[in-house]
């Protein structure tokens, strides 16, 4: 039992590091112990996409409809979007406030801070301040 609390805190603490800066990590860990925390680490991305899929669709008005006119509509937003990475800034149209969409801080709150047993509560000295690697990791499930 003490294995297992010892483990679910390191793979919390792991998945906060490959979220945020870790270049100066040394780890001496065996294979099983990698390999362990590898299954319950590699779906943080798929995990972040998960969330940021229905934050996008709703923040900029995606249409969940099977009708051809929506899907281009869609289609058409989506191009738009990507663009000159218009996603990226808080008034997308206008292209102002970079890096400052709400859409960016909700992502990174729905995945490390929703609740009081987030890893982003718990372990906050990997997300003060926050790193530029989890800014790009956010960028890029969005795109």
């Known amino acids: 039992e003490t294995t297992k609390d ?9 998945r906060c590091l ?3 800066d870790n270049a100066g990590l040394t780890i001496q ?12 680490t ?8 998960t969330k940021m899929q229905g934050l996008t669709s709703l923040f900029f008005g995606f249409c969940a409809s099977c009708s051809m006119a929506a899907i281009k509509a869609n ?20 292209r102002s406030g970079i890096f400052k969409s709400n859409l960016i801080q909700t992502g990174i709150n729905d995945m490390w801070f929703a609740n009081r047993s987030d890893e982003g509560i718990i372990y906050a000295k990997y997300f003060d301040p926050l790193s530029v690697e989890i800014l790009v990791l956010v960028l890029t499930v969005v795109s």
């Open 75 to 94: 289609r058409d937003l989506a191009e738009s979007l990507k663009e000159g990475s218009s996603f990226i800034f808080k008034d997308w149209e206008m």
């Open 42 to 49: 590699s779906h943080v991305r798929g995990e972040l996409k």
């Open 18 to 20: 490959i979220a945020s």
């Open 29 to 40: 860990l065996t294979p099983a112990l990698v390999k362990m925390m590898m299954r319950c």
């Open 6 to 14: 010892v483990l679910t805190i390191a793979t919390s603490i792991y």
